[in-house]
């Protein structure tokens, strides 16, 4: 009976200062507000984008929720909040809390070496690139210092690279790999990344590559499942995330899909890539969304990893998912292509807001803060200083790097000078 009675004391207690705490956060203007919608109405009728969807939620419920223009301009047909959306790198945040659950379940850990899980990781070299006495480049291969392990999989640490980034030889080696030739599992797709040099060291520098794609590979080797399958089960069923998936399937589905304009060349190619491949259900960047859904996951976030009564990480583990790891002591130095950018460090999966940063005046935001985008133009933050969760989904890789921060911008403008800042 005590413990009961304390129980239900605690969490009235919890209710109070909950909502005290909310009290004392203003909403935001309606007149910064407008601006948003000001903003991404001119976007829309001058041609730059062919729609958009923003939502901001503010102690769990939903302030400001607009739609933009179309979700295809050969059909016409209107943007609308169940509107579908190639997320690209926004699947990241989803495959590591996967890898997460499995570590907070003792299935899985950070120190594990991935060649546990993909053998041919045991064979894998690391690329270095020197120059000899007639000042040419020689390129040597040499034995890593550590193995790669989890941990390096779900910060970026692991020399694993994209072909876009890095010194001409790794941009080289990973094209002449051909690594998506034909059909493809993620378990053939971690072997083919396993045949290629590391970039660096394991654990030395923070790089965006392909990491996350192995780490998907690993949750079904250690699950039994297709990536899918453990995601549908352990967190879209669970969180009502019903319209998350790699592929679509029914002519619904396909109609509520967006795409970006005609003349986004670089987007449109990569949706060709998706289109032919639906058999490999990249944790890197597979995954179809909606706002709605993906404000779910946001929400989650923000309350510590729960939601609606459902817990998806221990307070340890969710702790650990969203502390910096790449910071100073850590030893990780930032690539060229810092994507989490000014301020921000980088935990399992997510960039988090740990200083002010270099910028005068400082990036808008709050220490702590969680965020991830993407290359077709989604963005969602979580800023617990403010208790809210804000998303842009948009399908654009033309425009978003001004309308990212743009938009971020829009979203704190909203509240007075003293909370937009770190």
Request: charged fraction near 20%; aromatic fraction near 10%.
């Amino acid at each position: 009976m005590r413990r009961r009675e304390f129980l239900v004391g605690a969490a009235m207690l919890a209710s109070s200062m909950a909502q005290s705490r909310a009290a004392d956060i203003p909403a935001p203007s309606s007149e910064g507000l407008d601006r948003i919608t000001a903003y991404f109405d001119n976007e829309v009728t001058s041609g730059r984008l062919p729609g958009a969807v923003v939502l901001i939620k503010q102690h769990g419920k939903p302030v400001y929720l607009k739609t933009f223009g179309v979700r295809d301009t050969r059909t016409g047909l209107a943007m609308t909040p169940d509107t579908i959306f190639a997320i690209h790198s926004m699947t990241k945040p989803i495959t590591c809390l996967g890898a997460m659950m499995l570590i907070d379940e003792g299935k899985l850990a950070l120190t594990d070496p991935v060649s546990k899980y993909v053998p041919l990781f045991a064979k894998t070299k690391v690329g270095v690139q020197t120059t000899d006495l007639h000042g040419e480049l020689e390129l040597d291969f040499v034995a890593p210092v550590r193995p790669v392990n989890i941990e390096d999989l779900l910060r970026h640490t692991s020399g694993i690279s994209y072909d876009y980034i890095g010194a001409e030889w790794v941009e080289h080696a990973y094209k002449a790999a051909d690594i998506f030739e034909g059909p493809f599992n993620n378990r053939e797709f971690a072997d083919r990344i396993a045949r290629l040099p590391l970039a660096r060291q394991p654990g030395t520098l923070w790089r965006y590559g392909h990491s996350t794609d192995v780490l998907g590979s690993i949750i079904e080797i250690v699950s039994g499942q297709t990536l899918y399958q453990f995601l549908k089960q352990r967190i879209f069923d669970p969180l009502g995330m019903n319209s998350t998936k790699f592929v679509l399937a029914t002519e619904d589905e396909l109609a509520r899909m967006a795409r970006p304009l005609p003349n986004d060349f670089i987007l449109l190619a990569g949706e060709r890539d998706r289109l032919a491949h639906p058999e490999w259900q990249s944790g890197g960047g597979g995954l179809l969304s909606t706002i709605t859904d993906y404000q779910r996951f946001s929400q989650m976030l923000l309350n510590g990893g729960e939601f609606a009564g459902r817990r998806y990480l221990s307070p340890s583990a969710f702790e650990a998912m969203t502390t910096d790891h790449i910071g100073p002591g850590s030893g990780v130095a930032r690539d060229y292509f810092y994507f989490p950018g000014d301020g921000f460090g980088y935990g399992y999966g997510l960039a988090v807001r740990t200083d002010p940063g270099n910028a005068k005046p400082p990036p808008p935001g709050s220490l702590g803060e969680l965020k991830w985008d993407s290359g077709s133009g989604t963005y969602f933050g979580v800023d617990p200083k403010l208790d809210m969760v804000y998303l842009m989904m948009q399908q654009t890789q033309n425009e978003r790097s001004r309308i990212t921060p743009a938009f971020k911008a829009l979203v704190y403008d909203c509240y007075p000078p003293p909370l937009r800042r770190p």
